[in-house]
């Protein structure tokens, strides 16, 4: 069976400083892999998406970027956070047949 | 270009009475439609999916949506509610036959369950 990871869990960052987060897929090969982030109140935004090593395409321009290393992994960087970047984000993966996307279990990013 | 309307972002039904979570789309093609769930600090669930198959769709849990295409709709309902069921819930479409799957979501609608 297929698993998605996130790590961390829970973040506290302060203005102005990096960020890295990471999503891994277990268990499936060449998968869609989708970062959203869910503020409150304002439901999920997707902020990338990837089909493949290297091929990441930008939903929303903003000051994050995302990066697709290796075939499972994908990982969502900043080099400068903002207040406005604190939300959940959610990794998310599908296989390139199907619609049904399988979500993470997120990661809660604070910026002050 | 799709969207999602979920109509009342907060939804209080007693315990054992019946729940209903109004969603409606847009959609330039025949759409694929889905329900989530996310409980407190989680990632989301999928409940059920409709993908132009029979048009009442049963899921996990008890709930179960209808498609009506002549209403744009895809009301999730559930007959008896549970204290369990309080969550957030998601309705989200997909344009069929993209190359990715690309979601697009409704703001939510936060179920609330009362004693």
């Known amino acids: 069976s297929q698993t998605i990871h996130q790590w961390p869990a829970t973040l506290v960052q302060p203005v102005g400083s990096p960020l890295s987060l990471e999503c891994t897929v277990e268990g499936t090969s060449n998968p869609n892999l989708y970062w959203y982030r869910q503020a409150a109140g304002r439901g999920l935004q997707l902020l990338f998406y990837s089909v493949g090593i290297g091929q990441i395409s930008s939903e929303v321009p903003q000051n994050l970027s995302a990066s697709r290393p290796q075939d499972r992994q994908f990982i969502l960087s900043s080099k400068k956070l903002l207040l406005s970047d604190s939300g959940f984000y959610l990794c998310?993966?599908?296989?390139?047949?199907?619609?049904?996307?399988?979500f993470g279990p997120g990661t809660r990013l604070l910026v002050l | 270009a799709q969207s999602v309307t979920q109509l009342g972002s907060h939804v209080s039904v007693s315990e054992g009475a019946l729940v209903l979570l109004r969603c409606n789309y847009s959609s330039s093609v025949p759409p694929y439609l889905f329900w989530y769930v996310q409980y407190p600090n989680q990632g989301l669930q999928l409940l059920l999916k409709?993908?132009?198959?029979?048009?009442l769709v049963k899921g996990i849990n008890g709930f179960e949506a209808e498609f009506k295409k002549s209403e744009t709709s895809f009301h999730l309902t559930k007959p008896s509610a549970h204290m369990s069921d309080a969550a957030e819930y998601f309705c989200?479409?997909?344009?069929?036959?993209?190359?990715?799957?690309?979601?697009?979501f409704g703001q939510g609608t936060i179920l609330t369950v009362h004693p």
């Open positions: 989200a479409v997909s344009e069929h036959g993209t190359s990715y799957g690309k979601l697009t």
């Open positions: 998310a993966w599908n296989r390139g047949s199907e619609e049904t996307q399988y």
């Open positions: 409709y993908t132009s198959a029979a048009t």
